[in-house]
């Protein structure tokens, strides 16, 4: 059997979404930039749903800054 090294990452985050209103601001772009990297898969984002449980074209869309996280920490161990 052969050793792994493990590596432990802690994260504080005081909150595990954000608001791609929110998000584009903190970086400096435009929503429409938020918009076009979910659109390619490089955000993971989830749209919120209204009362009925349908989404909609206006919905509050929320990023998952905790899927960022864990994908930058795996690529900053990729070889």
Partial sequence: MSKQNAICINI???QPYMT???FAKKLDVSTRT???LRQQGVLK???M???EGEETERGLV???LVAIAVRNA???FQI
Wanted: proline share 0%; with cysteine; glycine share 0%.
């Fill in 12 to 14: 504080h985050m005081e």
């Fill in 49 to 51: 749903k209204n009362d």
């Fill in 62 to 64: 929320l990023v998952d």
């Fill in 34 to 36: 938020i918009d076009r």
């Fill in 45 to 47: 984002c989830i749209k």
């Fill in 20 to 22: 791609r209103e929110e």
């Fill in 74 to 76: 795996k690529n900053a």
